[in-house]
């Protein structure tokens, strides 16, 4: 067997070791709580944290994850309310709920960095709202449910009364920032 042959032959064994060994992370790390999964976690989590493969699915019945909004206030210059939002709305708008999930998920990945809302929703609301000069933002996650008392009626899904409700930053609009430095 030639030397080229044989580099050949383990480029391709290496290749389907990788390729066996990834569709088994892909498998098994959704549910990382099986017996495979308890065996396979000191190999498989090096490789799912350098890639961002992490993610957490529970999303399924009976206790699917909380849900986390994204609120925010617009101030005017003397620390006035032009307006408020939250990002997704309640009630989803769409008639396909992908869309909305998306939102969702949009939202909980904003709201879990205190720098994320200021890169991610500030510029846009700054543009859209120009008598705002700053924003401040808050997440708002959702208590837990039951199947149980969501059935008995003891307990809404969006209930207000122990929501999590934590400010996240303040944005400080360009045109604001630009103003300030002037008045130096």
């Known amino acids: 067997m030639s030397a080229k042959t044989r580099s050949s032959s383990l480029r391709w ?3 389907t070791a990788f390729a066996i060994f990834h569709g088994i992370v892909i498998a098994v790390a959704p549910n990382p709580e099986t017996p495979l999964g308890g065996w396979l976690k000191p190999i498989m989590k090096p490789y799912l ?3 961002e493969f992490g993610s957490f699915w529970n999303f399924f019945s009976p206790n699917p994850g909380q849900a986390m909004y994204v609120e925010w206030e ?3 210059k003397n620390g006035g309310r032009v307006g408020r939002g939250m990002m997704p709305e309640f009630e989803s708008p769409f008639l396909f709920r992908e869309r909305q999930n998306r ?3 949009s939202a909980r990945y904003i709201g879990m960095a205190k ?3 200021s890169s991610t929703l500030g510029p846009y609301l700054c543009r ?3 008598q705002a000069h ?3 933002f808050w997440a708002s996650i959702y208590p837990w449910v039951t199947i149980e008392e969501a059935a008995s009626g003891s307990k809404k899904v969006k209930d207000l009364e122990n929501l999590d409700r934590r400010e996240i930053s303040v944005h400080i609009c360009p045109l604001a920032q630009d ?3 002037q008045k130096k």
Do not use: H, S
């Open 74 to 76: 617009l101030l005017d």
């Open 179 to 181: 103003e300030q430095g």
């Open 115 to 117: 720098e994320r809302p």
């Open 134 to 136: 700053a924003i401040r």
């Open 128 to 130: 859209q709202e120009k």
């Open 103 to 105: 939102r969702m998920t």
């Open 13 to 15: 064994t290496l290749f």
């Open 49 to 51: 944290n350098a890639f």
